[in-house]
């Protein structure tokens, strides 16, 4: 509790004198724990607990003064209530007064790598065209922190979190699980109870790797250490009592009681206990009332108007507020200075928020609206950010001035900017209140829809449908029924959201040559492609384009291209056709540039390439899209790159980067990604079954019966099948293969590259003693592969068909497939016709061609890591007469998929920094890695790290996409 008194500084604020600490010695012990764990790089978040004035804010300045004692650097803020709307102004706050105490170099080694993306922000208070998306911000402000703590171990002290905006909010969400490695440690307040606090708060409170610190009330004991503290006078019994009873232990409020106590001049004698009773109502504002009358009319004026104004208000903004000139207001200041109300005048800031609120809950509604409109006013004209004018505007009566509806989108639009829909939400709903015209109007609720349907406001539909009431032309109502149709796809409503495309295609029907067109057919094609109800009309959509193939001028003629694009590799049509459209729809990048990485259509190139065996040309768009997603710290475009890159591996048939990337996707399923779920399980099972990890292989595939009939789940029960297939469990295989192969039938779907199950599904027949079925699905794919002309396919069809035909037409089969599977860069292909072919040889008779083949199988299944047919082919090698060598899992073949690859990114000259920014981990992950890959490989640092992967023993995969890039290990 404070003691009394304090000293002034000659600036006006009040400097109040160091509190003892009563009954929180445990609470600081227990965050004490927090304090040493970051030191040693184990991280963590502890939020402080309690209601109002129970003591949050004194005992977070004894752990920031035990962090000093430790040489921690700290980094401190508070949540204000009248700037909960202001995007990331807690954030500013931790990070700008450290920011002004450095140097240009010191600004520049802390803005490196991936915290540049936080640049915008924390230099220029600007999010508007820095091309920086809300989580690319957050990645940002990440780095920041790391580079930081880089430094010593840091602390980062918020109080009142609950008063926090929701940016900030989610920056603090953003760290919880990636502060495992790093020496920094989060200690923030937050009010029990509070109803109207971030979302992110709440979760953020109720995870379990969140240390909660619940501040209990103060005992009676400790509440009469505090009367004697203050009335210098041991207090009875029975008086220490009451004014527990009344004041239920809370300090705040004993403080107030003493106060009252002094005021009035009651001594703490036993017999004066029955006057507390009278002082319990509303402690803080009766005393508070009191305390603020005493001073006069001015002091008054002066304490409402700072209320409405909020903490860090200027002292003259105050003083125009209350009209009173700039001599009268700093007396009044320092009179509500003297009386411990405030404890600075420049900026004006209150002694407790409860101080603050009790002056402002005083104040009449109708008043206080007039008060924040005037507010409003004198801000704007005082140039202040749109978002402290905004924030008076929200609590204002209609001000029917043009200037109030420009600030107030504004702030919407610099909300939506950094992330914070919630109070573009907010902003927007009160621009409504102002005179709009029609067409205004329609712009804003359009706007509003916007933003609610990114934060999953239901509301978003109702205001898309005001909006088509209020506009006219064709153009405006088809692009109000596009908003629509995205909604309805966000919630999952596939039917929903094509219903609104086609009915936004009829009115723009006499104007087909329209970008907005083009957009329309290439979202519809998005939705409704991969569902069975919806994929047929989805094609009858795409006829139009068939016919008259837009030219690639512009974006929505790209995403036009790029859905015919995957339309044609996933209906089989010819090979040729398919790349030739995908890459005028890249445009040589220009589709990335116009929709960023986040955009779908890339997806539809990335398709139409992946799907028609053009692999080094998909590898070109991912590099792009995957540096882009890093520059601007995108996580959700990263994982979708990563995700593709992990298919592509797994078409190319290489086994260990197909396990790598999958990894890597399995880490960031872990902050939130979940597209395509069922494609990438798909794709890792498979990998693990090729490295022969049958268990592991069927722990992923439990996702399968979760999805819902999609050709997402269909890749995943086809994954099944062939997992089936490879344990001779051959009813199952049977089963699964034919009934994935059902669910693309009704999509339209007859592209074998991302789900083989027709070969695989004659393989499986054909051991089970059903030939003519077998032969029926392998002369389908044989006959597919040779219309499309792809060479996996046909590599693939012509494998099949050889292990259900005799010699000697199965071995010029096998030769044919060899030659298909040069054309096709399948690595994992060539692989399988090499091992078939040496098989078919060493049981013809052909010893000496078999070895030679087998050992050529047996070189490439070992490099590219297909460890099930390495030891099948040695098995064969050791039949026909030869002695392979035994495999060698020590050094490289030693190292795990994701230890392969932070090795070939730090032989390329990449900082851990850089490697961690690249790969969305932290720099410890990275030194972990290297640690482990130092001691496999025994080597003592990266320099040595090429020649060590490049032994002949070796067992690097021929190509490895480390960054983006094609790597020769």
């Not at 030659?819 to 040889?841: I, N, P």
């Not at 047919?869 to 050791?878: D, N, P, S, T």
Request: hydrophobic share 45%.
């Amino acid at each position: 509790m404070s003691e009394a008194g304090g000293r002034r500084s000659a600036t006006g604020t009040r400097r109040p004198t160091v509190k003892a600490t009563l009954e929180r010695d445990q609470e600081l012990r227990e965050i004490s724990t927090l304090l040493a764990d970051a030191r040693e790089h184990r991280g963590g978040i502890a939020v402080v607990e309690g209601p109002a004035g129970i003591g949050k804010s004194h005992l977070l300045g004894c752990v920031i003064d035990a962090a000093r004692e430790q040489e921690m650097l700290v980094l401190r803020a508070t949540g204000v209530e009248g700037e909960r709307d202001f995007s990331f102004a807690v954030v500013l706050q931790l990070f700008e007064r450290w920011l002004s105490g450095c140097d240009q170099l010191a600004r520049e080694e802390l803005f490196s790598g991936a915290a540049a993306l936080a640049r915008p922000l924390l230099q220029e208070r600007q999010l508007d065209g820095a091309g920086v998306s809300a989580e690319g911000l957050l990645h940002g402000l990440f780095w920041v922190t790391v580079n930081i703590s880089a430094q010593a171990p840091l602390l980062l002290a918020i109080d009142d979190l609950h008063w926090a905006d929701a940016g900030s909010a989610r920056f603090i969400q953003y760290l919880l699980p990636r502060l495992d490695e790093l020496p920094v440690a989060v200690v923030l307040t937050r009010r029990a109870g509070y109803l109207d606090e971030p979302s992110q708060v709440t979760e953020l409170a109720g995870n379990t790797k969140v240390q909660r610190v619940a501040l209990a009330p103060l005992s009676p004991v400790a509440v009469g250490e505090v009367l004697k503290a203050r009335l210098r006078a041991s207090a009875g019994e029975r008086f220490q009592l009451a004014c527990h009873e009344a004041t239920g232990g809370n300090p705040l409020l004993v403080e107030a009681v003493t106060r009252t106590l002094q005021d009035e001049g009651i001594e703490p004698t036993d017999g004066n206990a029955g006057l507390i009773a009278s002082l319990r109502p509303e402690l803080v504002q009766r005393q508070l009332a009191l305390r603020v009358a005493q001073l006069g009319t001015e002091a008054a004026e002066f304490a409402q108007a700072a209320a409405v104004l909020g903490d860090e208000a200027s002292l003259a903004q105050v003083a125009m507020l209350c009209g009173l000139d700039p001599d009268r207001a700093a007396r009044a200041a320092d009179a509500l200075m003297g009386a411990d109300i405030l404890v600075s005048a420049m900026p004006v800031r209150f002694t407790h928020p409860l101080m603050r609120s009790g002056l402002y809950g005083q104040l009449a509604e109708a008043g206080r609206a007039l008060m924040h409109a005037r507010a409003a006013e004198l801000l704007n004209a005082d140039h202040a950010p749109v978002q402290l004018i905004a924030a008076q505007l929200l609590s204002a009566t209609r001000v029917g001035e043009p200037w109030a509806t420009r600030v107030l989108r504004d702030a919407a639009a610099d909300a939506t900017a950094s992330g914070n829909v919630e109070s573009a939400v907010r902003y927007l709903r009160r621009t409504l209140m102002e005179p709009l015209s029609g067409s205004v109007r329609a712009e804003i609720l359009l706007e509003l829809a916007d933003a609610e349907s990114r934060s999953g406001d239901a509301a978003a539909e109702a205001h898309v449908r005001e909006a088509l009431s209020l506009v006219v032309s064709a153009e405006d109502r088809a692009d109000a029924l596009q908003r629509l149709g995205t909604i309805h796809h966000a919630r999952g409503d596939r039917a929903g959201a094509a219903e609104a495309y086609e009915q936004a295609l009829e009115l723009l029907a006499e104007a087909p040559d329209k970008a907005l067109t083009r957009d329309l057919h290439a979202a519809y094609f998005t939705v409704a492609s991969l569902d069975p109800e919806l994929a047929p009309r989805a094609v009858a959509h795409l006829a139009p384009l068939l016919e008259r193939q837009p030219g690639g001028e512009t974006r929505g003629e790209r995403a036009a291209l790029a859905a015919l694009a995957a339309h044609t590799a996933s209906s089989g049509g010819p090979r040729e056709q398919s790349i030739a459209l995908a890459k005028r729809a890249w445009g040589d990048g220009a589709m990335l540039a116009e929709e960023g990485p986040d955009g779908f259509a890339w997806h539809l190139v990335t398709a139409g390439l992946g799907w028609s065996d053009a692999f080094d040309e998909t590898v070109q768009v991912l590099d792009c899209v995957i540096a882009e997603a890093r520059r601007q710290g995108s996580m959700m475009a990263y994982a979708n790159a990563t995700f593709t890159m992990a298919t592509l591996s797994c078409f190319r048939g290489r086994v260990l980067d197909t396990r790598a990337y999958s990894e890597a996707l399995e880490e960031l399923s872990r902050y939130g990604w979940r597209a395509f779920a069922g494609t990438a399980a798909a794709v890792h099972a498979r990998a693990l079954i090729e490295h022969d990890e049958l268990e592991a292989a069927e722990r992923v595939l439990t996702v399968t019966d979760q999805l819902e009939e999609s050709a997402d789940r269909a890749a995943a029960i086809a994954a099944r099948g062939y997992l089936h297939l490879t344990c001779d469990r051959l009813r199952e295989a049977c089963e699964d293969l034919m009934a994935a192969g059902a669910m693309l039938d009704r999509i339209g779907f007859v592209n074998p590259t991302p789900v083989p199950w027709r070969t695989d599904a004659a393989v499986a027949f054909h051991r089970a003693g059903d030939h003519q079925r077998a032969v029926q699905l392998a002369d389908a794919a044989l006959s597919l592969a040779e219309r499309t002309g792809t060479p996996s396919h046909l590599g693939t069809a012509l494998l099949t068909r050889a292990e259900l035909t005799g010699q000697p037409e199965g071995i010029e089969l096998l030769r044919r497939a060899l030659e298909a599977s040069e054309g096709s860069d399948s690595a994992l292909l060539r692989v399988r016709c090499l091992a078939a072919l040496g098989a078919a040889q060493r049981r013809a008779g052909q010893r000496a061609g078999a070895r030679a083949t087998l050992l050529q199988a047996l070189d490439k299944a070992h490099r590219i890591g297909a460890r099930r047919i390495e030891r099948a082919v040695r098995e064969e090698l050791r039949i026909a007469g030869a002695r392979p060598r035994r495999p060698n899992f020590s050094g490289p073949d030693s190292l795990t998929a994701s230890e392969r690859r932070v090795a070939l990114m730090a032989a390329e000259g990449m900082s851990n920094r850089d490697i961690a920014g690249a790969l969305f981990v932290t720099p410890r992950t990275v030194e972990q890695h290297l640690y482990n890959t130092y001691k496999k490989l025994g080597i003592q640092s990266r320099a040595e790290i090429s020649a060590a992967l490049l032994t002949p023993d070796a067992s690097a995969p021929a190509v490895l996409e480390v960054a983006g890039r094609p790597r020769r290990a």
